[in-house]
């Protein structure tokens, strides 16, 4: 070019200066015209050369934006966030900021979530009463061990962080829900509550309403948040709960074996139980779960062993009163067959996937069956 320039300019002596300067002016005007393009391009091809994520990683960025990318080209990125939004983000802008890439360096994603308990104990009985909590836990990983951490304690409360780790972000949610539903079980069952507002009128007048009203017994509130038997008047509540038997376990002892019939039903007050077959953990069942009902009502054997991984208190229902229920009216056995059979579509779900849309005979008609129990209808 430069040659090309000089011959016009000596032989032709056409003024080649003029034609410098102008192109000059033009390629600054062009280079700040096009200057948002040109970062987006070259903070692409560094995007591309350093790697920070590749399509299918879920990435967060510092203004808040996040999901799971599934295109990035020269110009931008492209994500899918949770609400199925496509967000574009420009190269430049990704290459500044700062980068959350939660699908490294591997799946598992790591979740911590925080709640405050009144200071009715101790601070390492809290922590105890939390990691027992999160041992009950189905959707949480068992490795590495999830771990309970003091965050700060006051006169009112004692304010506790727990951490675990999910096979998937797809998990997050269920899991989230799950740890506070056993925190809040297992510390009800413990007598421990969750910290009220500091000197708010309503907690002062809810414990002043508390200490006045009589407390239920154990039996009669475990039956009365028990969904099989929601269709109980409060005679027959408390006629069944006057018969239940509370039974304790230790760690390590099994209550049932695989493929024994159930005679009745227990409940849990607190305490872990682990539902094992062949050696492979099916599901762990906390304090306000139930079990034996299958066998109980229907005949149906167990699916495993199961085993209390913590010192267990149950408190059970005999077949007896079960009997005696049914006999006085018969209209239950319809009433707790449409709950058992939904239960049992969830166990076979999650236990058998495979025979979970085989058709369920008529419960209520076994359920009649197996206690002798005539349709007075």
Same mark, same amino acid.
């Given at each position: 070019m430069g040659a090309f320039l000089s011959g016009i300019s000596y032989v032709l002596s056409v003024p080649v200066g003029t034609l410098v300067a102008t192109s000059g002016v033009f390629a600054i005007i062009l280079g700040l015209a096009l200057q948002s393009t040109l970062s987006d391009v070259f903070s692409g091809i560094a995007l591309n050369i350093g790697r920070p994520y590749s399509v299918g990683d879920w990435i967060v960025v510092d203004d808040g934006s996040e999901g799971r990318v599934v295109e990035t080209n020269w110009r931008a990125t492209y994500l899918i966030n949770g609400a199925n939004d496509l967000v574009t983000i420009p190269n430049s802008s990704l290459a500044k900021a700062k980068l959350v890439n939660r699908s490294s360096p591997d799946v598992s994603h790591g979740v911590s979530v925080k709640l405050r308990l009144a200071v009715l104990t101790t601070p390492a009985a809290a922590v105890d009463l939390m990691e027992t909590a999160l041992k009950g836990a189905n959707f949480i990983l068992k490795t590495p061990s999830p771990f309970v951490k003091i965050c700060s304690i006051d006169a009112q409360a004692i304010e506790l962080e727990l951490s675990f780790r999910i096979a998937s972000l797809s998990d997050g949610v269920r899991a989230n829900n799950e740890v506070f539903d056993l925190a809040f079980r297992h510390a009800k069952a413990q007598g421990v509550k969750l910290a009220d507002a500091a000197g708010s009128a309503a907690a002062s007048a809810e414990g002043s309403s508390a200490s006045q009203t009589p407390h239920p017994s154990t039996a009669w509130r475990l039956l009365n948040s028990l969904p !099989?038997?929601? +269709?109980?008047?409060?005679?027959? @509540?408390?006629?069944? =709960?006057? %018969?239940?038997?509370? $039974?304790?376990?230790?760690?390590?002892?099994?209550?049932?074996?695989?493929?024994?019939?159930?005679?009745?039903?227990?409940?849990?007050?607190?305490?872990?139980?682990?539902?094992?077959?062949?050696?492979?953990?099916?599901?762990?069942?906390?304090?306000?779960?139930?079990?034996?009902?299958?066998?109980?009502?229907?005949?149906?054997?167990?699916?495993?062993?199961?085993?209390?991984?913590?010192?267990?208190?149950?408190?059970?229902?005999?077949?007896?009163?079960?009997?005696?229920?049914?006999?006085?009216?018969?209209?239950?056995?319809?009433?707790?067959?449409?709950?058992?059979?939904?239960?049992?579509?969830?166990?076979? !779900?999650?236990? +058998?996937?495979?025979?979970?849309? @085989?058709?369920?005979? =008529?419960? %209520?008609?076994?359920? $009649?069956?197996?206690?002798?129990?005539?349709?007075?209808?």
């Open positions: !099989l038997l929601v +269709s109980l008047t409060e005679d027959e @509540k408390e006629a069944l =709960s006057s %018969a239940m038997v509370r $039974r304790t376990f230790r760690k390590g002892e099994v209550l049932v074996r695989q493929g024994d019939i159930m005679k009745s039903i227990l409940i849990l007050r607190s305490g872990i139980v682990s539902i094992n077959r062949e050696g492979s953990e099916l599901m762990r069942l906390s304090p306000g779960d139930w079990l034996g009902e299958g066998g109980l009502l229907t005949g149906t054997e167990e699916k495993g062993n199961i085993t209390a991984l913590t010192p267990l208190v149950v408190y059970e229902i005999g077949q007896d009163a079960i009997a005696s229920l049914l006999k006085d009216r018969p209209a239950i056995a319809d009433e707790m067959s449409t709950i058992l059979s939904r239960r049992l579509i969830e166990e076979k !779900l999650r236990l +058998s996937p495979q025979d979970a849309t @085989k058709p369920q005979i =008529s419960l %209520a008609a076994k359920i $009649r069956q197996l206690f002798n129990v005539q349709d007075l209808a």
